[in-house]
């Protein structure tokens, strides 16, 4: 194993990183340890270990709608039930796993 002696400076959102450091300090990871593993993993994939584009789709945020926004989607989800436009739980895992690689 090479020693590591290699130094980076990088310049990020203060939120982010307390953010993010929270979750790795539950999971015993140091922020070094982190940095490290995505760094093998770019290496690994020839490039970014996940996608990088825009959404076509943003999900809907519940806890930004009034009342009347809120039934309004409500009753649309209501009518694709009524349509038919459904899928089992088992179709919407497995869609999940293939567009999350999980």
Known sequence: MAAKSANLYARIE????????????TL???AS???NMFYKQIILNRGLP????IPTARPVDISRMNAETLDMELEKGYADMQAGH????????ADIRRDYNV
């Open 14 to 25: 203060p939120d982010v990183k307390e953010q993010a450091e929270e979750i790795l300090a």
């Open 28 to 30: 015993g990871i140091p």
């Open 33 to 35: 340890n982190a940095i």
């Open 50 to 53: 996940f996608e990088v584009k």
């Open 86 to 93: 459904t899928k089992s739980a088992t179709q919407v895992f």
